[in-house]
Nanobody, 121 residues
Framework: QVQLVESRGGLVQAGGSLRLSCAASGRTFSSYAMGWFRQAPGKEREFVGVISASGGRTYFADSVKGRFTMSRDNAKNTVYLQMNSLKPEDTAVYYC??????????????WGQGTQVTVSS
């Protein structure tokens, strides 16, 4: 069992940056790929990015590629999502998830509660 807790999001102006973190409980964190998803009002949950269990491989959705990065610290059971050059369309509730490397919600068995990110124009 893995419990995930995202850091507080926030309100940021367009063009700004924000870093989210996701802290995991349990001793098996390093065996899971970690993903980030987001969901805007009235829209389906959308894949943002994933990092492999070792941290050596990442993959991002085209909508955030070149602006977002991910990293992880397995010693601290924490994964990070660095968001740069934010746009109003990045506004959503952001979720971290633990599971298998992939871009679909079904790849992930464990989910955080979500944190709101709002980008103002």
């Amino acid at each position: 069992q893995v419990q995930l807790v995202e850091s507080r999001g926030g309100l940021v102006q367009a063009g700004g940056s924000l870093r989210l973190s996701c802290a995991a409980s349990g001793r098996t964190f390093s065996s899971y790929a970690m993903g980030w998803f987001r969901q805007a009002p009235g829209k389906e949950r959308e894949f943002v990015g994933v990092i492999s269990a070792s941290g050596g491989r990442t993959y991002f959705a085209d909508s955030v590629k070149g602006r977002f990065t991910m990293s992880r610290d397995n010693a601290k059971n924490t994964v990070y999502l660095q968001m740069n050059s934010l746009k109003p369309e990045d506004t959503a509730v952001y979720y971290c998830a633990a599971g298998n490397y992939g871009g679909y919600p079904s790849n992930y068995a464990y989910w955080g509660q979500g944190t709101q990110v709002t980008v103002s124009s």
